[in-house]
């Protein structure tokens, strides 16, 4: 990923880098699309499909899952009910994406942003940034310590207030 944005100075905290773009890189290889696809993290797309996916629509791959998934049918071997669990994955993939990215930026390691996601959904983004401190009592792992850690890193002052 490439990311874009300023460095700014806190008054507690230091230097910190302030992001206010984000690019993903996206796999640009057949190999690696096939990697990407068949790693177990879209449902039914294994490393066989993968390669059938990547064979069928080639450099056009990721734009199809973006912008017509439903081509995906024109694959031998995937029917309805798997072009559904496909679909489905992907989108969770992208909510999981966008989670991660957020969270990563204040500290949250891969697998705390994951089990983050798995408790709060959706709303992970909203629940961390309004109230840090929950992580403690939610998230197996995640102490006091660790939440106060993300909460200064998100600009929480010492007693639990946002700073900016």
Not at 30 to 47: C, D, F, R, T
Not at 134 to 148: N, P, T, V
């Amino acid at each position: 990923m490439d990311f874009y944005g300023t460095w700014g100075y806190h008054q507690k905290h230091g230097e910190q880098f302030k992001a206010e773009r984000v690019i993903e890189k996206k796999p640009s290889t057949s190999a690696a699309l096939e990697k990407y696809l068949g790693s177990g993290l879209i449902k039914n797309v294994g490393p066989k499909t993968a390669h059938k996916i990547v064979k069928f629509f080639n450099e056009r791959t990721l734009q199809v899952f973006e912008e017509s998934i439903e081509d995906l049918l024109n694959v031998p071997g995937i029917a309805e009910k798997k072009l559904t669990d496909i679909k489905n994955s992907w989108q969770e993939h992208r909510a999981i994406r966008d989670v991660m990215i957020f969270l990563q930026g204040y500290g949250i390691s891969t697998l705390y942003a994951v089990k983050i996601f798995k408790t709060y959904g959706n709303d992970a983004i909203r629940n961390v940034s309004s109230n840090p401190y929950q992580l403690a009592r939610d998230i197996y792992g995640i102490g006091f310590f660790s939440a106060d850690k993300i909460a200064l890193n998100m600009g929480f002052e010492k007693d639990g207030i946002t700073a900016y």
